[in-house]
Protein backbone atom coordinates (compact mmCIF):
# COMPACT_ATOMS: atom_id res chain seq x y z
CA UNK A 1 0.00 0.00 0.00
CA UNK A 2 1.41 3.62 -1.11
CA UNK A 3 2.41 6.07 1.65
CA UNK A 4 -0.19 8.53 0.52
CA UNK A 5 -3.13 5.44 0.71
CA UNK A 6 -1.96 4.66 3.88
CA UNK A 7 -2.18 8.04 5.08
CA UNK A 8 -6.25 8.45 3.65
CA UNK A 9 -6.84 5.25 5.47
CA UNK A 10 -5.33 6.81 8.90
CA UNK A 11 -7.31 9.86 8.45
CA UNK A 12 -10.68 7.83 8.21
CA UNK A 13 -9.70 6.09 11.29
CA UNK A 14 -9.71 9.13 13.18
CA UNK A 15 -12.41 10.70 11.36
CA UNK A 16 -16.44 9.70 12.34
CA UNK A 17 -18.04 8.27 14.19
CA UNK A 18 -16.97 9.61 18.01
CA UNK A 19 -17.59 6.60 20.31
CA UNK A 20 -19.64 8.26 22.51
CA UNK A 21 -22.06 11.28 22.21
CA UNK A 22 -21.00 12.54 25.57
CA UNK A 23 -17.31 14.39 25.61
CA UNK A 24 -16.00 13.36 29.13
CA UNK A 25 -13.18 15.77 28.78
CA UNK A 26 -15.75 18.55 28.39
CA UNK A 27 -17.61 17.50 31.25
CA UNK A 28 -14.31 17.79 33.32
CA UNK A 29 -13.48 20.99 31.92
CA UNK A 30 -16.34 22.59 33.38
CA UNK A 31 -16.48 20.85 36.74
CA UNK A 32 -12.69 22.26 37.47
CA UNK A 33 -12.90 25.44 35.53
CA UNK A 34 -16.43 26.75 34.93
CA UNK A 35 -18.26 28.83 37.24
CA UNK A 36 -22.38 28.06 37.95
CA UNK A 37 -22.95 31.90 36.15
CA UNK A 38 -20.41 31.31 33.26
CA UNK A 39 -17.02 31.97 33.78
CA UNK A 40 -13.92 30.38 32.81
CA UNK A 41 -11.41 30.44 35.78
CA UNK A 42 -7.63 30.53 35.60
CA UNK A 43 -6.65 29.05 38.65
CA UNK A 44 -2.72 29.37 38.23
CA UNK A 45 -3.32 33.35 39.10
CA UNK A 46 -4.21 34.38 42.88
CA UNK A 47 -6.28 36.49 41.69
CA UNK A 48 -8.40 33.88 39.64
CA UNK A 49 -8.29 35.45 36.65
CA UNK A 50 -10.89 35.21 33.45
CA UNK A 51 -9.54 36.09 30.37
CA UNK A 52 -11.23 37.02 27.35
CA UNK A 53 -9.27 34.01 25.49
CA UNK A 54 -10.89 31.71 28.22
CA UNK A 55 -14.34 32.45 27.18
CA UNK A 56 -13.58 31.91 23.67
CA UNK A 57 -12.72 28.95 23.99
CA UNK A 58 -15.11 27.74 26.62
CA UNK A 59 -17.77 28.98 24.10
CA UNK A 60 -15.81 26.68 21.36
CA UNK A 61 -15.85 23.60 23.41
CA UNK A 62 -19.23 23.85 24.38
CA UNK A 63 -20.48 24.38 20.66
CA UNK A 64 -18.35 21.47 19.42
CA UNK A 65 -20.41 19.53 22.44
CA UNK A 66 -23.57 20.72 21.56
CA UNK A 67 -24.02 21.98 25.37
CA UNK A 68 -26.66 25.12 24.38
CA UNK A 69 -26.56 26.00 28.34
CA UNK A 70 -23.21 26.12 28.83
CA UNK A 71 -22.66 28.32 25.71
CA UNK A 72 -25.48 30.17 26.69
CA UNK A 73 -24.15 30.95 30.03
CA UNK A 74 -20.44 31.70 29.16
CA UNK A 75 -22.30 34.11 26.55
CA UNK A 76 -24.11 35.77 28.79
CA UNK A 77 -20.95 36.04 31.42
CA UNK A 78 -19.13 37.45 28.85
CA UNK A 79 -21.26 40.44 27.56
CA UNK A 80 -22.21 41.52 31.33
CA UNK A 81 -18.46 41.18 32.22
CA UNK A 82 -16.23 42.05 29.79
CA UNK A 83 -18.32 44.03 27.37
CA UNK A 84 -20.62 45.90 29.66
CA UNK A 85 -23.60 44.32 28.57
CA UNK A 86 -23.41 44.78 24.79
CA UNK A 87 -20.75 42.45 22.45
CA UNK A 88 -21.98 44.38 19.44
CA UNK A 89 -20.90 47.74 20.91
CA UNK A 90 -18.12 47.35 22.65
CA UNK A 91 -15.10 44.67 22.35
CA UNK A 92 -14.39 42.32 25.47
CA UNK A 93 -12.15 43.66 27.70
CA UNK A 94 -9.26 40.67 28.16
CA UNK A 95 -8.74 40.27 31.69
CA UNK A 96 -10.74 40.30 34.59
CA UNK A 97 -10.41 39.25 38.32
CA UNK A 98 -10.21 40.45 41.74
CA UNK A 99 -7.84 43.48 42.65
CA UNK A 100 -5.77 44.45 45.07
CA UNK A 101 -8.98 45.58 47.08
CA UNK A 102 -10.55 42.65 46.88
CA UNK A 103 -13.06 43.64 44.14
CA UNK A 104 -13.68 41.53 41.44
CA UNK A 105 -13.72 43.56 37.71
CA UNK A 106 -11.95 44.66 34.90
CA UNK A 107 -8.41 44.95 35.34
CA UNK A 108 -7.21 45.27 32.10
CA UNK A 109 -9.89 46.73 29.62
CA UNK A 110 -7.62 46.44 26.25
CA UNK A 111 -9.07 43.36 23.82
CA UNK A 112 -7.38 40.44 22.57
CA UNK A 113 -7.67 40.80 18.52
CA UNK A 114 -7.83 36.51 18.80
CA UNK A 115 -10.32 36.30 21.29
CA UNK A 116 -12.71 39.02 19.49
CA UNK A 117 -12.27 36.55 16.34
CA UNK A 118 -12.98 33.10 18.15
CA UNK A 119 -16.14 34.84 19.79
CA UNK A 120 -17.52 36.33 16.53
CA UNK A 121 -16.62 32.77 15.01
CA UNK A 122 -18.34 30.81 17.89
CA UNK A 123 -21.52 33.01 17.55
CA UNK A 124 -21.69 32.40 13.68
CA UNK A 125 -21.54 29.00 13.60
CA UNK A 126 -23.67 28.28 16.48
CA UNK A 127 -26.36 30.90 14.64
CA UNK A 128 -25.81 28.35 11.56
CA UNK A 129 -25.71 25.00 13.40
CA UNK A 130 -28.52 25.82 16.22
CA UNK A 131 -30.37 28.00 13.58
CA UNK A 132 -30.27 30.54 16.43
CA UNK A 133 -30.60 34.32 14.00
CA UNK A 134 -29.86 35.98 17.42
CA UNK A 135 -26.51 34.25 17.23
CA UNK A 136 -25.74 35.22 13.94
CA UNK A 137 -26.34 38.71 14.10
CA UNK A 138 -24.23 39.14 17.06
CA UNK A 139 -21.54 37.45 15.60
CA UNK A 140 -21.47 40.03 12.21
CA UNK A 141 -21.92 42.78 14.40
CA UNK A 142 -18.93 41.48 16.38
CA UNK A 143 -17.28 40.87 13.72
CA UNK A 144 -17.66 44.02 12.14
CA UNK A 145 -16.40 45.78 15.33
CA UNK A 146 -13.19 43.89 15.73
CA UNK A 147 -12.55 44.99 11.74
CA UNK A 148 -13.33 48.44 12.69
CA UNK A 149 -11.39 49.03 15.99
CA UNK A 150 -8.38 46.25 15.31
CA UNK A 151 -7.78 45.72 11.27
CA UNK A 152 -5.09 47.79 9.92
CA UNK A 153 -3.70 48.82 6.43
CA UNK A 154 0.25 47.84 6.77
CA UNK A 155 2.46 49.37 4.19
CA UNK A 156 4.15 46.32 2.35
CA UNK A 157 2.23 43.87 3.92
CA UNK A 158 -1.04 44.48 3.64
CA UNK A 159 -4.44 44.21 6.28
CA UNK A 160 -3.67 43.05 9.87
CA UNK A 161 -5.11 42.44 12.94
CA UNK A 162 -3.56 44.32 16.25
CA UNK A 163 -3.46 41.87 18.60
CA UNK A 164 -5.33 45.14 20.81
CA UNK A 165 -6.11 48.22 20.44
CA UNK A 166 -3.36 49.72 22.70
CA UNK A 167 -0.07 49.19 22.80
CA UNK A 168 0.90 47.13 19.26
CA UNK A 169 1.64 50.33 16.92
CA UNK A 170 3.85 52.70 17.01
CA UNK A 171 5.80 55.09 14.58
CA UNK A 172 7.99 52.03 13.59
CA UNK A 173 5.59 49.41 12.53
CA UNK A 174 3.19 46.95 14.52
CA UNK A 175 3.91 44.06 16.70
CA UNK A 176 1.83 41.32 15.91
CA UNK A 177 1.06 37.22 17.04
CA UNK A 178 1.36 34.88 14.58
CA UNK A 179 -0.97 32.48 16.32
CA UNK A 180 -3.81 35.04 16.71
CA UNK A 181 -4.86 34.40 13.54
CA UNK A 182 -5.92 30.63 12.71
CA UNK A 183 -6.93 30.67 8.94
CA UNK A 184 -9.87 28.14 9.50
CA UNK A 185 -11.39 31.12 11.38
CA UNK A 186 -10.03 33.66 8.56
CA UNK A 187 -11.70 31.64 6.12
CA UNK A 188 -15.55 31.68 7.85
CA UNK A 189 -15.52 35.27 7.72
CA UNK A 190 -14.35 35.34 4.33
CA UNK A 191 -17.86 34.15 3.63
CA UNK A 192 -19.29 37.53 5.19
CA UNK A 193 -16.52 40.25 4.00
CA UNK A 194 -13.77 39.85 1.20
CA UNK A 195 -12.22 42.63 3.27
CA UNK A 196 -10.89 38.77 5.19
CA UNK A 197 -9.36 37.65 2.58
CA UNK A 198 -7.12 40.35 2.69
CA UNK A 199 -6.14 39.12 6.38
CA UNK A 200 -5.76 35.94 5.39
CA UNK A 201 -3.36 36.79 2.66
CA UNK A 202 -1.42 39.17 5.36
CA UNK A 203 -1.24 36.05 7.55
CA UNK A 204 -0.83 33.39 5.18
CA UNK A 205 2.76 35.57 3.98
CA UNK A 206 3.44 35.99 7.92
CA UNK A 207 3.38 32.10 8.54
CA UNK A 208 5.69 31.33 5.57
CA UNK A 209 8.02 34.73 5.60
CA UNK A 210 8.56 35.83 9.63
CA UNK A 211 9.17 31.40 10.63
CA UNK A 212 12.89 31.11 8.79
CA UNK A 213 13.27 27.96 10.17
CA UNK A 214 9.94 26.55 10.20
CA UNK A 215 9.84 26.94 13.96
CA UNK A 216 7.05 29.93 15.10
CA UNK A 217 7.71 32.83 17.35
CA UNK A 218 5.49 34.35 19.97
CA UNK A 219 5.73 37.39 18.57
CA UNK A 220 6.72 39.68 15.61
CA UNK A 221 7.42 43.08 14.19
CA UNK A 222 6.38 44.27 10.66
CA UNK A 223 7.98 47.90 9.81
CA UNK A 224 7.48 49.63 6.43
CA UNK A 225 10.23 49.59 4.08
CA UNK A 226 12.35 46.87 5.83
CA UNK A 227 9.55 43.94 6.49
CA UNK A 228 9.98 41.82 9.19
CA UNK A 229 11.60 42.41 12.32
CA UNK A 230 12.56 39.94 15.14
CA UNK A 231 15.02 40.97 17.48
CA UNK A 232 17.69 37.96 18.71
CA UNK A 233 16.40 38.79 22.19
CA UNK A 234 12.91 38.12 21.25
CA UNK A 235 12.68 35.04 18.69
CA UNK A 236 11.41 32.52 21.22
CA UNK A 237 8.43 30.61 20.45
CA UNK A 238 6.83 28.90 23.24
CA UNK A 239 3.45 29.16 24.98
CA UNK A 240 1.81 31.32 22.35
CA UNK A 241 3.67 29.93 19.47
CA UNK A 242 2.52 26.45 20.15
CA UNK A 243 -1.33 27.41 19.22
CA UNK A 244 0.45 27.79 15.35
CA UNK A 245 1.28 24.41 15.20
CA UNK A 246 -2.68 23.46 16.12
CA UNK A 247 -4.24 25.62 14.04
CA UNK A 248 -2.39 24.42 10.53
CA UNK A 249 -2.85 20.71 11.60
CA UNK A 250 -6.45 21.38 11.97
CA UNK A 251 -7.22 22.84 8.71
CA UNK A 252 -8.49 20.67 5.61
CA UNK A 253 -6.63 18.94 3.38
CA UNK A 254 -7.76 20.71 0.43
CA UNK A 255 -7.24 23.87 2.21
CA UNK A 256 -5.30 26.05 -0.40
CA UNK A 257 -1.54 26.29 0.03
CA UNK A 258 -2.00 23.36 3.20
CA UNK A 259 1.15 21.31 1.70
CA UNK A 260 3.32 24.54 1.90
CA UNK A 261 2.48 25.49 5.26
CA UNK A 262 2.91 21.57 6.94
CA UNK A 263 5.91 21.42 4.92
CA UNK A 264 7.50 24.81 5.86
CA UNK A 265 6.21 23.96 9.71
CA UNK A 266 7.83 20.18 9.50
CA UNK A 267 10.56 21.48 11.63
CA UNK A 268 8.65 20.86 14.84
CA UNK A 269 7.79 17.01 14.33
CA UNK A 270 11.12 16.41 13.78
CA UNK A 271 12.47 18.36 16.97
CA UNK A 272 9.75 15.52 18.52
CA UNK A 273 11.65 13.04 16.22
CA UNK A 274 15.11 13.88 17.96
CA UNK A 275 14.22 14.34 21.51
CA UNK A 276 10.76 12.30 22.02
CA UNK A 277 8.89 15.14 23.56
CA UNK A 278 7.53 18.56 21.82
CA UNK A 279 10.48 21.33 23.35
CA UNK A 280 8.80 24.15 25.84
CA UNK A 281 11.00 26.73 23.48
CA UNK A 282 12.52 27.38 20.08
CA UNK A 283 14.56 30.19 18.85
CA UNK A 284 13.05 30.54 15.84
CA UNK A 285 15.95 32.70 14.47
CA UNK A 286 18.79 29.65 14.90
CA UNK A 287 16.49 26.28 15.06
CA UNK A 288 17.34 25.40 18.49
CA UNK A 289 15.45 24.42 21.23
CA UNK A 290 15.24 24.18 25.38
CA UNK A 291 13.22 22.38 27.74
CA UNK A 292 10.21 20.00 27.66
CA UNK A 293 6.87 21.13 27.23
CA UNK A 294 4.25 20.28 29.23
CA UNK A 295 1.35 18.29 28.22
CA UNK A 296 -0.34 20.29 26.58
CA UNK A 297 2.29 20.92 24.01
CA UNK A 298 1.70 17.37 23.04
CA UNK A 299 -2.13 17.25 23.02
CA UNK A 300 -1.42 20.11 20.35
CA UNK A 301 0.84 19.02 18.09
CA UNK A 302 -1.72 15.72 17.59
CA UNK A 303 -3.80 17.40 14.46
CA UNK A 304 -0.43 18.26 12.80
CA UNK A 305 1.32 14.52 13.42
CA UNK A 306 -1.71 13.27 12.14
CA UNK A 307 -1.34 14.66 8.74
CA UNK A 308 1.86 12.62 7.31
CA UNK A 309 2.89 8.77 7.17
CA UNK A 310 6.14 8.84 8.37
CA UNK A 311 4.84 11.09 11.65
CA UNK A 312 2.47 8.07 12.46
CA UNK A 313 5.26 6.85 15.20
CA UNK A 314 5.12 9.92 16.61
CA UNK A 315 1.63 10.53 16.80
CA UNK A 316 0.87 7.42 18.81
CA UNK A 317 4.06 8.84 20.97
CA UNK A 318 2.82 11.67 21.74
CA UNK A 319 -1.27 10.37 22.33
CA UNK A 320 0.34 7.91 25.00
CA UNK A 321 1.78 10.81 26.56
CA UNK A 322 -1.38 12.81 26.77
CA UNK A 323 -3.33 9.68 27.90
CA UNK A 324 -1.17 8.48 30.57
CA UNK A 325 -0.12 11.71 32.18
CA UNK A 326 -3.39 14.11 31.63
CA UNK A 327 -2.84 17.66 33.04
CA UNK A 328 -4.11 18.61 36.57
CA UNK A 329 -8.25 19.19 35.76
CA UNK A 330 -7.47 22.96 36.93
CA UNK A 331 -4.97 23.78 34.77
CA UNK A 332 -6.38 26.53 32.28
CA UNK A 333 -4.38 26.33 29.67
CA UNK A 334 -3.25 22.68 29.48
CA UNK A 335 -6.29 21.53 29.42
CA UNK A 336 -7.53 24.04 26.68
CA UNK A 337 -5.24 22.45 24.64
CA UNK A 338 -6.12 19.27 25.63
CA UNK A 339 -9.30 19.67 23.83
CA UNK A 340 -9.08 21.48 20.88
CA UNK A 341 -5.81 18.58 20.09
CA UNK A 342 -7.21 15.56 21.61
CA UNK A 343 -11.39 16.62 20.18
CA UNK A 344 -10.21 16.66 17.12
CA UNK A 345 -7.98 13.64 16.81
CA UNK A 346 -11.27 11.67 18.49
CA UNK A 347 -13.23 12.94 15.90
CA UNK A 348 -15.28 15.49 17.68
CA UNK A 349 -14.53 18.48 15.24
CA UNK A 350 -13.53 19.08 11.85
CA UNK A 351 -13.00 22.20 9.66
CA UNK A 352 -13.74 22.56 5.98
CA UNK A 353 -11.95 24.46 3.45
CA UNK A 354 -14.42 27.54 4.11
CA UNK A 355 -13.84 27.31 7.59
CA UNK A 356 -17.36 25.72 8.99
CA UNK A 357 -17.27 23.35 11.82
CA UNK A 358 -18.67 20.19 11.50
CA UNK A 359 -19.07 18.88 14.81
CA UNK A 360 -19.63 14.90 15.31
CA UNK A 361 -23.22 15.70 16.61
CA UNK A 362 -24.71 16.14 12.82
CA UNK A 363 -24.32 12.37 13.04
CA UNK A 364 -25.61 9.49 14.91
CA UNK A 365 -23.15 8.46 17.73
CA UNK A 366 -23.31 5.85 19.92
Given at each position: ?????????????????????????????????????G?I??Y???????????????L?????????????????????N????????????W???R?????????????????????A??L????????????????????????????????????????????F????????????????????????????????H?????????????L??????????????????Q???????????????????D????????????????????????P???N????????????????????????????????????????????????????????????W??????????????????????
Amino acid sequence: MSIARCLVCWLLALAWPVWSCDWPAWEQYKVAMMSEDGRIIDYSSPRSITTSEGQSYGLFFALVANDREAFARLLDWTSDNLAGGDLAARLPAWLWGRDDEGRWRVLDANNAGDSDLWIAYNLLEAGRLWQEPEYSRLGRELLWRSAAQSLRPMAGLGLGLLPGNQGFESADGWRLNPSYLPLQLLARFETESRLWADVSHSTRRMLLEAAPRGLAADWLEWRPGTGWSIPADQAEGSYEAIRVYLWLGMLALDTPGHEQLLAHYAPMPEWVRVTGLPPERVNSLDGSVTGTGPVGFSAALLPMLAARADWQPLLVQQLDRVRSQPPEPQAYYNNSLLLFGLGWHQGRYRFDKEGRLHPAWLTPCE
